[in-house]
């Protein structure tokens, strides 16, 4: 518990001191004040800015939507990195998967004829089922021939995406009447409903289930590394692959039961897009959700609760950030920047340390940079 | 040479983060002399030397040369007044030849700034003659034997002019042979009036080679014993601080059925290397079969081919009659093996987890703790509990992460998770390397204790005394062949040790037929 409370000090403190740094450039770029010599300006210029910055992200309940709808994606995308690094894996396949997914549940979304809320769950569980058999195969590569992931998992992104461009001209998935790559629209009864249908029909409320289903595999993937003997086998082996293989666990099993688990995880963020978002597909569906799933989890330490609280917060920042350029003349790119120089912060604790002058030792990410070993 | 040079560390203390590592400790050492720093593990010898070496600053105390104090900043103060270290792991480039190695960081260079080998071939045979050395300063050191290697780290200090050499743990790598070789090394270096100061936890070598005996506990210095008059049980006990059991104590074994049976058991690296040749043995219900042999002549992989970790090239595995060369480790952990590995660390436990999760490691899926899909972790806390308890394994929480264990209760939460099951066999490699002496004699009783209760044991280590003291039966491996099957009791230390040599006792050579001594006695 106390190594929990620690390891939270050390993120906010990450995040503290990437709000002070982008405070910093917020100020020095306000050019048009400080030409004038007008400092005060360019600070109230900076209030304003991260004044938005809440109000776009929880300021309100159209704010706190948005938030979600962001946050959706990138926590299941994030569990799909959190689940391979606990096994010592590094997944950087997400978008691959997502797409995979995506694909998946999209079809099931518009070809089959099943009625109502039956059709979402089998869509929701095509989008896994998808996912999962796209991240099997590194998993698969990886124990049977030694192929790193990190490599396998990159390429296979590129074949994904090139293979749903592909799929989305095919006169199986392509829209009637268009010649850009742009999928059918699913039936209506296999829509994900909105969080806010008590609100009424109102259409900046975007927030949809996908949330609840992506906070319902948290608490799965809390479950299962904390009560099953498969999460801790995948602990043990992520943390000591030959003492592992020593007590007589299948570590290369393992390896192919953490892929396929992160590639169900990104299928159903592919399917919550799809499903829950647009309603449809098109080849920028998996965006850069799938590598900005490995700051979610590298900035949650890999943990089911760290990686939830991550998405949010980065959610949280995309949305907010919307308003901020909204309000101020500071640009969206700059939540990038911010959120660079948190992750920049957080994989740097000895910094940290130092700016803080805390005492102790600072904590590594040894345990989550291991899966680079091979 | 020289006149004396006194080296005096007074009152240092050094503290980590939770320990005090070294406690106001005075030390003098002289040149001309061998001091010999005994301690038990974490006992901070190491820590002291990485103070006198410049690795480590002191909190408090200071080092005087010749009554001047003076401070060290980094190692190269420290070389530059005159001391040596040789570490436990060797710092040599595998792939350099001697000469090289010798001046890495200190090159003779040319006229054009180029390396000048020719100079330091030179000064390698000058320094090898002058000390009796031996040392071919061509030779690459990957292809030399562990001792010679060490002969060359001694030259690397040596020619950076020590007037005191530190040596870590220097025989724990070495044959008998090659350890009386050493300590010949180090009467010349005396003779020459340079310094030795020698970090050991082998008493008896202590006792051989020192003038003097200082012995570390806690971070203190607790003692000094004279070589001539001092016994190791004396000497143990200021160690420990408490009467030690030194040798172990058992009744004559009662051997039973056969356990395990190996059979033309051969292991093949996929370099082609054959690096278990052939190897058969049995080992009977209450009875403990010891495997002695210098490092890298087939134990690792042997253990690894009994536990099925390492696929037999040919032969088979008996356990209980029954046939399980082909069966997986866990397989033949359900059929009764216990497995204490080699490396505890590495292989034995998984650090970061908790102690009681480490407990449960290999039994984690019995029924008992598992209900096929979830964990009942309760029942594993209270096993664990029980053990802790059982064991003495010293921690405030078996929730605390293994890491927090010093190393010889580390090596008894292995012992108790592989022995506190109901086994027929009990395989242990280096059962007590790098643990403590009180832990050691306690992992010896349970080990005897184990025995007594019928179960079949098969020890493999590298410290003869251990597997000396503790088998009723010792196979010796030379080249990943059983080359001797011998009762320990009508053996002497320097017989076992020329066969570990692959050499016979009476004999010139290794001629003959040295194999296949395997099987019944």
Not at chain 1, 329 to 337: C, K, S
Request: glycine residues 10%; aromatic residues 6%.
């Amino acid at each position: 518990m106390n190594e929990t409370l620690k390891s939270l000090r050390y993120t906010a403190l990450a995040v503290v001191a990437a709000l002070f740094v982008s405070a910093f450039i917020i100020v020095i770029t306000d050019i048009a004040a400080l030409r004038e010599g007008d400092v005060l300006t360019a600070l109230d210029t900076l209030r304003l800015a991260y004044w938005s910055l809440f109000k776009g992200s929880f300021g309100s309940l159209r704010a706190i939507s948005a938030t979600i709808t962001g946050a959706t994606p990138l926590m299941l995308a994030g569990l799909a990195v959190s689940v391979a690094f606990k096994a010592g894996l590094f997944n950087i396949g997400a978008t691959g998967q997502m797409l995979a997914g995506g694909m998946t549940g999209l079809w099931v979304g518009f070809a089959l004829d099943v009625p109502g809320p039956l059709h979402v769950a089998l869509a929701l569980l095509a989008g896994a089922l998808g996912g999962a058999v796209y991240g099997a195969i590194p998993g698969v590569l990886k124990a049977r021939t030694g192929a790193h992931e990190v490599i396998t998992t990159i390429m296979l992104n590129s074949v994904a995406g090139f293979l749903t461009l592909w799929l989305l001209k095919t006169e199986l998935f392509k829209r009637e009447g268009r010649d850009d790559a742009i999928s059918k629209l699913i039936d209506e009864d296999a829509k994900l409903p909105r969080l806010f249908w008590f609100m009424g029909k109102r259409i900046d409320l975007q927030a949809h289930l996908g949330f609840v289903v992506a906070l319902a595999c948290v608490g799965v993937f809390w479950w299962l590394l904390n009560r099953t003997t498969t999460g801790f086998e995948l602990r043990a082996t992520g943390l000591n692959q030959e003492a592992a293989r020593y007590a007589g666990m299948r570590t290369r099993s393992l390896m192919v039961v953490a892929m396929t688990l992160a590639g169900a995880f990104a299928g159903l963020a592919g399917a919550s897009e799809v499903l829950g978002l647009y309603g449809f597909a098109s080849s920028s569906l998996a965006g850069d959700i799938g590598f900005d799933a490995i700051a979610v989890a590298l900035l949650g330490r890999s943990t089911p609760i760290g990686t939830a609280v991550s998405a949010i917060l980065f959610g949280a920042l995309q949305a907010g950030g919307r308003q901020m350029q909204v309000n101020t003349d500071v640009p969206i790119d700059l939540i990038i920047v911010l959120r660079s120089l948190i992750v920049m912060f957080i994989a740097a604790p000895l910094l940290v340390k130092a700016m803080y002058r805390l005492k102790g030792e600072a904590q590594s990410f040894g345990q989550t940079f291991r899966g680079w070993g091979g | 040479m020289t006149s004396t040079t006194t080296y005096e560390l007074r009152g240092i203390t050094k503290r980590f983060p939770g320990v005090v590592a070294n406690d106001d400790v005075n030390l003098t050492i002289r040149s001309g002399e061998v001091l010999c720093l005994v301690g038990e593990n974490g006992a901070g010898k190491s820590t002291l030397m990485n103070v006198l070496y410049g690795l480590y600053r002191a909190d408090e105390g200071e080092l005087r040369i010749d009554g001047t104090p003076t401070t060290f900043h980094s190692p190269a103060d420290a070389i530059a007044a005159g001391i040596g270290m040789v570490h436990q792991h060797f710092m040599l480039v595998p792939n350099f030849t001697v000469a090289e190695n010798v001046v890495l960081g200190a090159e003779p260079m040319g006229r054009a700034g180029t390396l000048d080998i020719e100079r330091a071939r030179a000064m390698v045979r000058e320094v090898s003659d002058r000390y009796h050395l031996n040392l071919d300063p061509d030779a690459v050191v990957e292809e030399l034997p562990v001792g010679v290697r060490q002969r060359v780290e001694i030259v690397k200090v040596l020619l950076r002019e020590a007037r005191i050499v530190v040596f870590d743990e220097p025989t724990a790598v070495l044959t008998p042979s090659e350890i009386l070789e050493f300590f010949e090394i180090v009467r010349t270096l005396v003779r020459a009036g340079r310094g030795v100061v020698f970090i050991t936890h082998k008493l008896k070598e202590a006792l051989t080679i020192a003038d003097r005996i200082n012995v570390l506990r806690r971070g203190k210095v607790v003692g000094d014993a004279d070589p001539r008059t001092a016994t190791e049980a004396a000497i143990a006990e200021m160690m420990v601080g408490r009467p030690v059991q030194l040798t172990v104590e058992k009744k004559a074994a009662a051997p039973g059925a056969a356990v395990l049976e190996v059979r033309g058991l051969s292991v093949v690296e996929p370099d082609g290397r054959t690096v278990v040749d052939d190897v058969s043995f049995v080992v009977r219900a209450g009875e403990i079969v010891g495997v002695a042999g210098v490092q890298g002549n087939g134990q690792t992989e042997l253990v690894e081919a009994l536990s099925g970790l390492r696929r037999a090239a040919s032969g088979t595995i008996l356990l209980d009659g029954r046939d399980v060369t082909h069966e997986s480790p866990r397989e033949r952990h359900a059929a009764g093996m216990g497995h204490v590995p080699e490396d505890r660390q590495r292989q034995g436990l998984v650090v970061d987890l908790s102690i009681t999760e480490n407990l449960v490691l290999t039994r984690y899926h019995d029924a008992q703790f598992s209900s096929g899909i979830s964990m009942r972790w309760d029942d594993a806390r209270a096993v664990a509990r029980d053990l802790v308890a059982r064991y003495d394994i010293r921690t405030p929480d078996p929730e605390q992460a293994a890491t927090t264990l010093s190393g010889g209760n580390q090596q008894k939460v292995i012992v108790a998770r592989e022995l506190s099951r109901d086994i027929r066999l009990a395989v242990a490699a280096q059962p007590t390397r790098g643990v403590d002496v009180g832990s050691i004699e306690y992992i010896h009783a349970r080990i005897v204790e184990e025995r007594d209760a019928g179960t079949a044991v098969l020890i493999v280590s590298t410290e003869l005394d251990e597997v000396m003291a503790l088998a009723d039966r010792l196979l010796v491996m030379y080249r990943g062949r059983v080359v001797a099957d011998l009762d320990p009791r009508a053996v002497s230390h320097m017989d076992v040790g020329l066969y570990m040599a692959g050499s016979r006792p009476g004999e010139a050579s290794g001629h003959g037929d040295p194999g296949r001594v395997g099987g019944a006695r």
